[in-house]
């Protein structure tokens, strides 16, 4: 059984969608020990004992992580299917350091398919968030 | 989608020992056996989860290049040592895929991927593509004109590197240089020449000039696409002429492809634009087309002259 569906079926946290299954479109973007992965192509069982991070463990109460509330302020989704897997990447991508300019965070967000094509808006948010990072 | 046990073996010898066995198989990154799996293309009882191996490290000194298998795309391409001394092995990996998969594929696995065709993805053996423009160009057989789709094999086969296998028995390890390490798909499609139960440990290798190398990749859209055509280019050059060249293309042949020829007609010519064209003109030569993929000819070429021409600049 795959990470995904243990989440979603059996831990009833469906904040984490399912796209394509197939590891194509990021939908089902969560961390393991701090890494971005896909959890559609992950096999629970081989992440036991691993710290796994999802949509629901970002926000800090009511405050919600920055990279939420930029996409919030940018109108970064349209339909809001591929949004937790967007944030879970951007997060990510900020973390890694691949948040310099609008070209590398295109690169380094590529793995997140929005057939709503909010690109900009997503590209924005992931920039707002990042300069408050810098600015911490 | 069938059930499977996975055992976790500690060491080595363990993993060729469990994986040896009938219906059984190694995984690593996942990203390829998962999804074969859900698609009813990868029918084993028994999956080897070598995670707990140590099959790790990177070591990139100008003299020797030596990455584990398990190590990870992302940890190898951004590598501060990978990508100063062996910037085609940064570039082909950080090129490929997206940067989730790349946290979760490795080397080994990487090498092992299957082409991303219907021929290679369905469990009925009858089923195959039509013909498509993404079909390879050299290599073909007659149950498979499937591109090979990893960059890193690529960029390794330009580089005459080696693969470490461990086989079973206790036998000790086998140093397998790239050139033997694929072959033209045979009638089950295999185009490795690993036997059940070899395990890739590391990938070595040594190429002086290596700094004088990149890796274009050519795709339909800017990024996360297998490569339509890519070329991986290393360059010995001393004042201004090639003592020795090394060319491997992607998105051409069933297997990673290299060009002895276009090597031969590079070595001792000035490197010009001029010159790096007439000893691209044959590149072609052997290639088999339709109507669709025809195209791929000239853009081998191309794409290896913008190779030629970007890794000239050391960085």
Redesign the interface.
Known sequence: M?LLDVLRDHLKLPGTKKGC???TC?AC?VWVDG????S????A??VEGKEITTIEGLAQGEKLHPVQQAFVDCDGFQCGFCTPGQIM?GA??IQ?G?SHNDSEI???M???ICRCAAYPNILAAVKQAAKEKTAI | MNNFAISRPRDVGAAVAAASRPSSAFIAGGTTVVDLWKLGAFPVDQLVDIDAVNLRGIEATSARLRLGALEKMNAVGEHADVKSNYPIISQALLLAASPQIRNMGTMGGNLLQRPRSLTYRNPDPKRHDGPSRFDAIFGLTPLSRAPHPSDLAVALMAMDATIRVQGVNGTPERLVKMADFYHIPDHSLKFDTLAPGDLITAIEAQVPFARRSVYVKIRDRASYQFAVVSAAVLLDLQGGIVREARIAAGGVGTIPWRFPQVEAALKGQPATQESFVVALKDMGQGAVTHTQNAFKVELLKRTTLRALLEAQPIV
């Open positions: 795959t299954d197939h590891g990021g973007t890494h971005r992965v896909v559609c192509l992950t096999l069982s081989r990447s990510a991508c890694e691949h295109r690169e380094w590529s793995g997140n």
